[in-house]
Protein backbone atom coordinates (compact mmCIF):
# COMPACT_ATOMS: atom_id res chain seq x y z
CA UNK A 1 0.00 0.00 0.00
CA UNK A 2 1.18 3.40 -0.78
CA UNK A 3 1.84 5.25 2.05
CA UNK A 4 3.94 7.62 4.21
CA UNK A 5 4.59 6.34 7.78
CA UNK A 6 5.69 8.35 10.77
CA UNK A 7 6.87 7.26 14.00
CA UNK A 8 6.09 7.54 16.73
CA UNK A 9 3.03 8.31 16.59
CA UNK A 10 2.69 10.65 20.23
CA UNK A 11 5.84 11.56 21.89
CA UNK A 12 6.01 13.27 25.60
CA UNK A 13 9.76 14.50 26.19
CA UNK A 14 11.35 17.20 28.43
CA UNK A 15 13.22 20.21 27.52
CA UNK A 16 16.66 19.45 26.08
CA UNK A 17 15.79 15.98 24.94
CA UNK A 18 17.60 15.50 21.88
CA UNK A 19 14.39 13.80 19.51
CA UNK A 20 13.80 12.23 16.02
CA UNK A 21 10.76 11.84 14.22
CA UNK A 22 11.43 9.27 11.41
CA UNK A 23 9.30 9.81 8.45
CA UNK A 24 9.06 6.97 5.48
CA UNK A 25 7.58 6.96 2.16
CA UNK A 26 7.28 4.00 -0.29
CA UNK A 27 6.06 5.80 -3.08
CA UNK A 28 9.78 6.89 -4.73
CA UNK A 29 8.71 10.27 -4.55
CA UNK A 30 11.18 13.23 -4.88
CA UNK A 31 9.90 15.42 -2.85
CA UNK A 32 9.35 15.52 0.89
CA UNK A 33 8.62 18.30 3.37
CA UNK A 34 7.58 18.70 7.41
CA UNK A 35 4.52 20.47 8.65
CA UNK A 36 3.67 21.71 12.02
CA UNK A 37 -0.59 22.15 12.76
CA UNK A 38 -1.40 24.45 15.48
CA UNK A 39 -4.57 25.49 16.40
CA UNK A 40 -5.93 28.24 14.10
CA UNK A 41 -2.68 28.85 12.27
CA UNK A 42 -3.52 25.73 10.04
CA UNK A 43 -0.20 24.05 9.17
CA UNK A 44 2.99 26.08 8.19
CA UNK A 45 5.94 24.17 6.56
CA UNK A 46 9.35 23.66 8.70
CA UNK A 47 11.20 21.72 5.77
CA UNK A 48 11.41 20.56 2.95
CA UNK A 49 13.77 18.19 0.80
CA UNK A 50 13.94 18.30 -3.31
CA UNK A 51 15.51 15.38 -3.89
CA UNK A 52 18.72 13.41 -1.73
CA UNK A 53 20.66 15.61 -0.11
CA UNK A 54 18.87 18.70 -1.49
CA UNK A 55 16.98 20.57 1.46
CA UNK A 56 16.06 24.04 2.81
CA UNK A 57 13.81 25.94 5.16
CA UNK A 58 10.65 26.46 5.32
CA UNK A 59 8.72 29.37 7.34
CA UNK A 60 9.06 28.29 10.75
CA UNK A 61 12.77 25.98 10.56
CA UNK A 62 13.92 27.36 13.81
CA UNK A 63 14.76 24.44 16.61
CA UNK A 64 14.83 21.92 14.24
CA UNK A 65 16.99 20.04 11.49
CA UNK A 66 16.59 17.24 8.73
CA UNK A 67 18.37 15.08 6.75
CA UNK A 68 17.94 13.21 3.60
CA UNK A 69 20.23 10.63 3.07
CA UNK A 70 18.23 8.49 1.09
CA UNK A 71 14.84 9.07 -0.78
CA UNK A 72 12.18 6.96 1.28
CA UNK A 73 12.81 8.79 4.56
CA UNK A 74 13.29 12.54 6.05
CA UNK A 75 13.73 12.62 9.79
CA UNK A 76 13.21 15.33 11.46
CA UNK A 77 15.13 16.75 14.32
CA UNK A 78 14.87 18.46 17.50
CA UNK A 79 17.98 19.16 19.17
CA UNK A 80 16.97 20.86 22.43
CA UNK A 81 13.29 20.64 21.93
CA UNK A 82 11.15 23.61 24.07
CA UNK A 83 7.84 23.71 25.08
CA UNK A 84 7.19 26.21 22.02
CA UNK A 85 7.65 22.89 19.98
CA UNK A 86 4.86 21.03 21.05
CA UNK A 87 2.27 20.52 18.22
CA UNK A 88 0.78 18.27 15.84
CA UNK A 89 3.45 17.11 12.77
CA UNK A 90 3.14 16.14 9.76
CA UNK A 91 5.11 14.07 6.88
CA UNK A 92 4.47 14.85 3.46
CA UNK A 93 5.44 13.82 0.10
CA UNK A 94 4.78 14.40 -3.43
CA UNK A 95 6.37 12.71 -6.99
CA UNK A 96 7.59 15.71 -7.58
CA UNK A 97 7.80 19.31 -6.52
CA UNK A 98 5.14 22.24 -8.25
CA UNK A 99 1.57 21.14 -8.21
CA UNK A 100 1.67 17.50 -7.66
CA UNK A 101 -0.03 16.15 -4.90
CA UNK A 102 1.38 16.24 -1.50
CA UNK A 103 0.45 13.03 0.62
CA UNK A 104 0.03 13.77 4.32
CA UNK A 105 1.15 11.20 6.73
CA UNK A 106 -0.88 9.98 9.94
CA UNK A 107 0.59 12.64 12.36
CA UNK A 108 2.70 12.90 15.60
CA UNK A 109 1.56 14.22 18.35
CA UNK A 110 4.65 15.48 20.48
CA UNK A 111 4.06 17.09 23.83
CA UNK A 112 7.56 18.87 25.67
CA UNK A 113 7.32 19.20 29.22
CA UNK B 1 0.43 40.29 2.73
CA UNK B 2 -0.18 37.07 1.01
CA UNK B 3 -2.27 34.87 2.68
CA UNK B 4 -5.35 32.36 2.57
CA UNK B 5 -8.44 32.82 4.54
CA UNK B 6 -10.79 30.50 5.38
CA UNK B 7 -13.53 33.07 7.43
CA UNK B 8 -15.29 30.58 8.79
CA UNK B 9 -13.97 28.90 12.06
CA UNK B 10 -16.95 26.44 12.59
CA UNK B 11 -20.10 25.36 10.62
CA UNK B 12 -22.85 23.88 11.37
CA UNK B 13 -25.13 22.10 8.78
CA UNK B 14 -27.93 19.51 9.07
CA UNK B 15 -27.23 15.99 7.54
CA UNK B 16 -28.77 16.26 3.59
CA UNK B 17 -28.31 20.01 3.50
CA UNK B 18 -25.99 21.73 1.12
CA UNK B 19 -22.47 23.05 2.67
CA UNK B 20 -20.32 26.24 1.08
CA UNK B 21 -16.55 26.38 2.67
CA UNK B 22 -15.17 29.69 1.66
CA UNK B 23 -11.71 30.56 1.11
CA UNK B 24 -10.09 33.43 -0.21
CA UNK B 25 -6.27 33.84 -1.28
CA UNK B 26 -4.19 36.87 -1.92
CA UNK B 27 -1.31 36.41 -4.38
CA UNK B 28 -0.64 38.52 -7.56
CA UNK B 29 -0.70 35.42 -9.86
CA UNK B 30 -3.20 32.40 -9.47
CA UNK B 31 -1.95 29.73 -7.70
CA UNK B 32 -2.18 26.24 -7.21
CA UNK B 33 -5.19 25.67 -5.17
CA UNK B 34 -6.71 22.77 -3.62
CA UNK B 35 -8.92 21.28 -0.78
CA UNK B 36 -7.69 19.12 1.97
CA UNK B 37 -9.79 17.50 4.38
CA UNK B 38 -8.67 16.21 8.17
CA UNK B 39 -10.54 13.57 9.84
CA UNK B 40 -9.92 13.58 13.98
CA UNK B 41 -6.89 11.78 14.82
CA UNK B 42 -5.97 11.61 10.89
CA UNK B 43 -3.81 13.08 8.53
CA UNK B 44 -4.82 14.90 5.59
CA UNK B 45 -6.86 13.74 2.40
CA UNK B 46 -6.89 15.69 -0.64
CA UNK B 47 -10.19 16.40 -1.87
CA UNK B 48 -9.82 18.11 -4.63
CA UNK B 49 -7.30 20.58 -6.69
CA UNK B 50 -7.12 23.31 -9.38
CA UNK B 51 -4.33 24.05 -11.64
CA UNK B 52 -5.80 25.87 -15.04
CA UNK B 53 -8.87 24.95 -16.90
CA UNK B 54 -12.36 24.18 -16.62
CA UNK B 55 -12.84 26.41 -13.13
CA UNK B 56 -15.41 23.94 -11.65
CA UNK B 57 -13.42 21.06 -10.16
CA UNK B 58 -15.05 17.97 -9.19
CA UNK B 59 -13.20 15.52 -6.16
CA UNK B 60 -13.71 12.90 -4.51
CA UNK B 61 -16.80 12.24 -1.70
CA UNK B 62 -19.19 14.11 -3.88
CA UNK B 63 -17.11 17.69 -3.66
CA UNK B 64 -17.01 20.17 -5.88
CA UNK B 65 -14.63 24.18 -5.81
CA UNK B 66 -15.34 27.02 -8.11
CA UNK B 67 -12.48 29.19 -8.50
CA UNK B 68 -13.35 32.88 -9.11
CA UNK B 69 -10.35 34.64 -10.42
CA UNK B 70 -12.05 37.89 -9.93
CA UNK B 71 -13.07 37.39 -6.65
CA UNK B 72 -9.71 35.39 -5.82
CA UNK B 73 -11.72 32.40 -4.53
CA UNK B 74 -12.14 28.78 -4.50
CA UNK B 75 -15.37 27.48 -2.33
CA UNK B 76 -15.70 24.08 -1.35
CA UNK B 77 -19.61 22.85 -2.03
CA UNK B 78 -21.45 19.73 -1.62
CA UNK B 79 -24.89 19.38 -2.20
CA UNK B 80 -26.15 16.88 0.37
CA UNK B 81 -23.80 16.31 3.46
CA UNK B 82 -23.32 12.84 5.07
CA UNK B 83 -22.60 12.46 9.12
CA UNK B 84 -19.56 11.59 8.13
CA UNK B 85 -18.41 14.31 6.28
CA UNK B 86 -18.16 16.07 9.59
CA UNK B 87 -14.09 17.22 9.81
CA UNK B 88 -11.68 20.15 9.51
CA UNK B 89 -10.99 21.40 5.90
CA UNK B 90 -8.41 22.95 4.83
CA UNK B 91 -7.62 25.25 1.70
CA UNK B 92 -3.90 25.41 0.55
CA UNK B 93 -2.50 26.75 -2.33
CA UNK B 94 0.87 26.60 -3.69
CA UNK B 95 1.80 29.90 -4.92
CA UNK B 96 2.76 30.24 -8.40
CA UNK B 97 6.50 30.21 -9.87
CA UNK B 98 7.64 29.59 -5.26
CA UNK B 99 10.85 27.54 -5.70
CA UNK B 100 10.36 26.07 -2.92
CA UNK B 101 6.57 24.33 -3.71
CA UNK B 102 5.32 24.52 0.18
CA UNK B 103 1.58 24.22 0.51
CA UNK B 104 0.59 27.65 2.62
CA UNK B 105 -2.63 26.13 4.05
CA UNK B 106 -5.61 28.69 5.46
CA UNK B 107 -6.48 28.11 9.34
CA UNK B 108 -9.04 25.40 8.82
CA UNK B 109 -13.04 25.40 8.66
CA UNK B 110 -14.32 22.79 10.82
CA UNK B 111 -17.78 21.15 9.75
CA UNK B 112 -19.99 19.94 12.21
CA UNK B 113 -22.90 17.79 11.20
CA UNK B 114 -26.33 17.48 12.84
CA UNK B 115 -28.37 14.19 12.73
Known amino acids: EAQVTQNPRYLITVTGKKLTVTCSQN?????MSWYRQDPGLGLRQIYY???????DKGDVPEGYKVSRKEKRNFPLILESPSPNQTSLYFC????????????FGPGTRLTVL | AQSVTQPDIHITVSEGASLELRCNYS??????LFWYVQSPGQGLQLLLK??????LVQGIKGFEAEFKRSQSSFNLRKPSVHWSDAAEYFCAVVPYMDSSYKLIFGSGTRLLVRP
Open chain 1, 92 to 103: ASSLTSGGSEQF
Open chain 1, 49 to 55: SMNVEVT
Open chain 1, 27 to 31: MNHEY
Open chain 2, 50 to 55: YFSGDT
Open chain 2, 27 to 32: YGATPY
